[in-house]
């Protein structure tokens, strides 16, 4: 079974960076992209990047254009979220995505789903 997993969160000051992780066991044939979104307590989930396992799709949302870079190792079945000039607004649960087709930023394309990591950014 598909199962991505997230790490690379935590606390940090405004301004600071993050380097996310997601790491997806059990690919199979069908597999083709991830995406990352967030969801912040009271708020709804938010698109945050998208790429495909081949690297030759991406795709970054509107709140973090220009301060996001989304890569893939397909090796290694990593996919990177590097965050950079972080806000607080950008506080949340990161979930990243797995899916067997490219769907940008529609959330309910993706199949399989991690539990998260936490980002908070302090103001």
């Known amino acids: 079974q598909v199962q991505p997993v997230e790490s690379g969160g935590g606390s940090v000051q405004a301004g600071d960076s993050l380097r996310l992780s997601c790491v997806v066991s059990?690919?199979?044939?069908?597999?083709?992209?991830v995406g990352w979104f967030r969801q912040a307590p009271g708020k709804e989930r938010d698109f945050v990047a998208a790429?495909?396992?081949?690297?030759?799709?991406?795709l970054y949302g509107i709140s973090v254009t220009g301060r996001a870079a989304i890569y893939s190792d397909n090796a290694k079945n990593t996919v990177i979220l590097q965050l950079n000039s972080l806000e607080p607004e950008d506080t949340g649960v990161y979930y990243c995505?797995?899916?067997?087709?490219?769907?940008?930023?529609?959330?309910?394309?993706?199949?399989?789903w991690g539990q998260g990591t936490q980002v908070t950014v302090a103001a």
């Open positions: 995505g797995e899916a067997s087709r490219w769907n940008a930023a529609y959330s309910p394309g993706y199949e399989h």
């Open positions: 059990g690919r199979t044939r069908d597999s083709y992209a």
């Open positions: 790429v495909s396992w081949n690297g030759v799709q991406t």
